[in-house]
């Protein structure tokens, strides 16, 4: 059961752990959210360009997934986004509805926190036992928080891993979990290329690019010509450990060439997701039990719900219930 004012910290403000947290403010208790990153929303998130932003990880949310998202939180920032969409032939591609968050991808999981603490900029890096009982979170800058009656980890497998110590089956179940790398580069181009003068979201590319979304076609996006490419999954593997620089010029001109256009972009930013997705998943829990035997920790993310944005809000939603039924 859920105790009303339990102190309970949830690493990880993605999807999946704002979730969490903002279902747990709701039945009165007091979560507290940490994260490494400067802000929220984990591979949901925007980044800067110059004095504009662009969504950097998922640039959608998919409708049935919105669906799910608005039956939790009605008031949700997410809008329904009318775009054309093709393959890089310039085929039109089946109509999938589309949702993105507004203004940027990380206000949604800024709306879920918004009456939370949350603490950015900390990297948890141990799990311990406090001498009074409950559970400390420690700090990669030497920190100590809490104690907490209970901790949620919700970050990706790999990272989750050293703060399951305490709890060695979903820590094991994190160890057999393998994600694979995604390359992105957003740039803003001086002005819209005239073949995609049409086009919104180009898909299915070749072995380099996997899709090119406009950014600034997106609802609540300021001025400007954004462009977010992102490489395939097997070219981010074969590239992982490549000069960003050198990926960035290989996004662009294979760009460039499915659209038939040379680019000069005024400004451009290139990010490795080494966790971008769940590639395999063996060992990972029945979605009955992601608490340890005690209750006191718990697993939420994309990789306990079998993968996506639909995989963390399955998690999510499966540790409240696991939470509320105390098992
Ligand atoms: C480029 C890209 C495109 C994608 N496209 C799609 C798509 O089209 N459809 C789809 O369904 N999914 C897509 N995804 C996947 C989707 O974004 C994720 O599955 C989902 O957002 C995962 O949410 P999460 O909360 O499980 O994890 P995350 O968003 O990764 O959140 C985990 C958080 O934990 C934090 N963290 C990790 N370790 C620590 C630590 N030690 N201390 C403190 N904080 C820590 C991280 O900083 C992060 O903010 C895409 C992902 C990327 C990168």
């Known amino acids: 059961m859920i105790q009303l004012e ?20 709701q039945r009165g208790a007091k979560p507290e959210v940490f ?11 925007a980044a800067r360009l110059g004095s504009m932003s ?28 009318e775009h054309k969409a093709a393959d890089f032939e310039g085929v039109a591609a089946a109509a999938v509805g589309r949702y993105v968050a507004v203004p ?18 900390v990297r948890v890096t141990a799990v311990e036992a406090a001498a009074s009982g409950g559970w400390h979170l420690l700090s990669e800058q030497g ?7 209970r901790v949620v980890i919700a970050a990706p497998a790999p990272q989750a891993v050293p703060l399951l110590a305490s709890a060695p089956a979903l820590q094991r179940a994190a160890a057999g979990v393998n994600m694979s790398p995604c390359w992105v580069l957003v740039v803003q181009l001086p002005v819209r290329p ?25 609802p609540g996006r300021g001025e ?43 400004q451009q930013r290139v990010h490795r997701w080494l966790y971008a ?32 944005a639909a995989g963390a809000v399955t998690s999510a939603e499966a540790l409240i219930a696991a939470l509320e039924a105390g098992r």
Do not use: M, N
Request: hydrophobic share 40%; proline share 6%.
């Open 194 to 218: 005239e073949s995609v003068a049409q086009l919104d979201w180009l898909e299915a590319g070749d072995d380099v690019l996997a899709r090119a979304c406009r950014d600034s076609s997106k």
């Open 224 to 266: 400007g010509e954004v462009w977010q490419l992102q490489a395939s999954s097997d070219w981010s593997q074969r590239y992982c450990e490549a000069e960003p620089d050198w990926v960035a010029e290989q996004l662009l001109e294979t760009f460039a060439q499915q659209i038939g256009v040379p680019l000069q972009p005024l």
């Open 54 to 81: 662009a969504d950097l990880g998922a640039p959608v949310v998919e409708q049935p997934v919105a669906a799910r998202l608005l039956a939790q939180c009605a008031t949700l920032p997410l809008e329904a986004w």
């Open 277 to 308: 997705d769940v590639a395999e998943a063996p060992l990972v829990p029945s979605l009955a039990s992601p608490l340890s035997s005690d209750h006191t920790l718990g697993i939420c993310g994309d990789w306990v719900g079998g993968g996506g």
């Open 6 to 25: 339990e102190r309970i910290a949830v690493v990880g403000a993605g999807l999946a752990g704002s979730l969490v947290a903002h279902a747990l403010a």
């Open 143 to 149: 920190e100590t928080y809490g104690p907490f009656a």
């Open 35 to 45: 994260d490494k990153s400067r802000g929220t929303g984990g591979r949901l998130s």
């Open 104 to 121: 940027r991808a990380s206000a949604l999981t800024r709306h879920l926190l918004q009456d939370i603490p949350l603490h950015t900029q």
